[in-house]
């Protein structure tokens, strides 16, 4: 809470948080090289496509 104005704030920013983190946050041990390239390029579509 330090760095956050009110508690409004910090839920809007952790909300917002909860549902990008899912697409950037990879288990990279658990998949092959190939197919994390694919997650990563599609996580990175999906994230351009929302902030546009």
Do not use: P, T
């Not at 330090?2 to 998949?31: D, E, T």
């Not at 092959?32 to 694919?38: E, S, V």
């Amino acid at each position: 809470m330090r760095n956050f104005k009110s508690v409004r704030q910090a839920q809007r920013f952790l909300g917002v948080h909860a549902a990008v983190s899912n697409l950037f946050n990879l288990g990279r041990h658990l998949v092959k090289a190939k197919h994390y390239r694919d997650l990563r390029i599609s996580a990175f579509n999906e994230w351009s496509r929302a902030v546009a």
